[in-house]
């Protein structure tokens, strides 16, 4: 038999491509870093920590789950790009907060540069009264900002709910000056600011609401009234007092990310990744571990994840970034 060098090139090809389907059929052999990138006690963080065992169980190795929330979630990122290209890190991000980065010339990276495994949260954003507050009404509370009380806001910054509470305040015209803002970057803090008094009222995600008690709802950022707070108005219902409108929009979006070249330099990984977190969200005994830890439970995968993310960039993009 005559070896061409063409029948020598194809050769070389297929036991190339056999090589590397048998590494990924090896693969993973090490634990995986899960990397959360806002602190510790908030919903991100027990989101990630409830979904690290079964994940472990389908892959086979060991989650460790690491806290990286530095500038707002860009060191996480910049190590996720630097570190996580063959599929050893994996890391959990408000998107809200990382494309406001991008937008504001903050990162040397885009938002094509990574790839979403999930957006695992179907929520809306909801304003609070806090046992502090002189309102108990988004009435109360329009009054309280035009009238000089001068109170005192809880501003979750880069995140849905406080870019839904920016809208709803510029189109009040609100002048900044109106309320005092106090900034968190964790839900862990937010949370203890809101149950402590520390401030007057706060913007953050309705799966909050179960952790918090002597708060009252104001307004949800739906089209629509929440069938769980049926007497509690939307925002377009409160902005028509005054003639305006605003738009809302799922607020949640914490996803999982991983580098752009996992999928293009390891497509297999990224396969091997990407289903058995599938496998994950639809296993009931972790949707109800998800239910009982107040996280999300959808699961929507990559392209799904990729066309929220981008119509959420696109629809409140003169919002992120300032």
Known sequence: MTITRRTG??????????????????????????MVTTPTGGSEDRLVRTLAPYLA????????????????????????????????????STIARLIGHIQAGRTSFQLADFEFLNV????????????????????????????????IMADPTGTGPAIMMTIFLEKLKVAPDAYRAVTYTGGGPLVAAIMGGQVDFSSLPDQALG????????????????????????????????GETMPSMNTGLRAFLVPASLKTEHPERFRILT???????????????????????????PDKSRELIDGFAANFGPYLGN
């Open 57 to 92: 169980e389908e892959l086979g190795v060991p989650v460790v789950v690491e806290n990286i929330d530095g500038a707002q979630g860009i060191l996480g990122a910049d190590r996720l790009l630097r570190q996580g290209g063959d599929g050893s890190l994996i890391a959990s």
């Open 275 to 301: 289903e058995a977190m599938q496998r994950v969200y639809e296993n009931p005994e972790t949707v109800a571990a998800f239910k009982k830890a107040r996280v999300g439970t959808n699961w929507l995968g």
């Open 120 to 151: 695992p949260d179907d929520e809306y954003a909801l304003v609070v009264a806090t046992s502090a507050a002189t309102f108990d009404n988004a009435e109360g509370l329009v009054d309280s900002l035009t009238s000089g009380a001068a109170p």
């Open 211 to 242: 952790r918090l008690e002597n708060v009252k709802p104001l307004l949800v950022f739906r089209d629509e009234r929440a069938p769980d707070l049926p007497d509690v108005p939307t925002a377009n219902e409160v902005l028509a007092a005054h």
């Open 9 to 34: 090139l194809i050769a070389g090809a297929f036991l190339l491509a056999t090589a590397s389907l048998a590494q990924a059929a090896d693969w993973p052999v090490d634990p995986i870093t899960f």
